[in-house]
């Protein structure tokens, strides 16, 4: 076990095999490695963006993350029912939303979701998805007629690469598929669906095979599906705790915000635990309900600490 400062003054935290094997009691950070994860991993802390308030660059329970390909990063400022756009380093650019019910309006977002062109918003409170540019600029909502009743309440979404949508409706307890023109197409994970039922469905990705992975809350797990909705598998029932996030990096590697247990997990994408990150607090390293979790190149892993109303960074390598 090795602690030492990193490089920009953040704390790294070394460990290898077997169970824990890193705890930093001043600043609450726990690092724990599967016994049968084949590599030794590094978690780096890299930064804090934001602090609770209502200005430029400041949350209110911020409950969704996205990146786009650029690395900008996107906030579902929810208590402050809005959108953020900043940098990777956290400075901010521009904001939309502001509480309402009209169109370019939020009520609770609870989700976005960044693909480099449109910015997708799950406008939870509002029973809608909004659709942005990358500036966010107002492009249009889902469903079109305000009449119809698509889902609920919207709690996640998702954008496979081909542009289908993915839309977590947590008070029907079903994933939506829409096509690429906003039709349905399809919804999963409901009552008939046994083993695949979700219970209070929150956040969504899409795996780089396009397999869709459910943060399923009320069941302690990651429910995975295939594209087309068909029940696969899922991870680590038995590990988690009511988990709101989730995220899979280019290699398969699946992130999950284990709101819970206030901390950050890492599966390989057979589902064998790796690490998980991180203790109930306020200091560095430390967690208040983490909502979502998302992840950028080089391993950089950016984690909504709702509670604390801030966004954490950190690094995570193999030895």
Known sequence: MRFHRAAGGGWRVAG????????????????????????????????VIGREGVGFGEFLNPAGISLDPAGNLYVADSGNHRIQRLTQAGEYMTIFGGFGF?????????AVVATGLDVYVADMQNRRIQ?????????????????????????GVAISKVGEIYVADTENEEIVKLNTSGQLEVRFGGFSYEQGRLRR??????????????????????????????YLTDISSDTLKAPEGVDVDDSGLVYVADTGNHRFTVFSKEG????????????????????????????????????????QMFRMEKK
């Open 201 to 230: 469905p929150a956040n969504i990705a899409v795996g780089p095979a396009g397999k869709v992975y459910v943060a399923d809350t009320g069941n302690h797990r990651i429910a995975i599906f295939d594209a087309f909705g068909g």
């Open 272 to 311: 064998t635990l790796l690490l998980s990150f991180g203790a109930q607090g306020v200091g560095i390293g430390s967690f208040s309900e983490p909502r979502d979790i998302s992840v950028g190149p080089a391993g950089k892993i950016y984690v909504a600490d709702t509670g604390n109303h801030r966004i």
């Open 131 to 155: 659709r942005l540019d990358r500036l966010l600029n107002f492009l249009g909502v889902l469903p079109e007629d305000p009449e119809a009743s698509l889902f609920g309440f919207p709690r």
């Open 16 to 47: 290898g095999y077997g169970a824990i094997v890193g705890l930093m009691a001043g600043l609450g950070l726990l690092f724990f490695a599967s016994p049968s994860a084949a590599q030794e991993y590094t978690v780096t802390f890299h930064g």
């Open 102 to 110: 009209d169109r370019q309006q939020l009520n609770q977002p609870m």
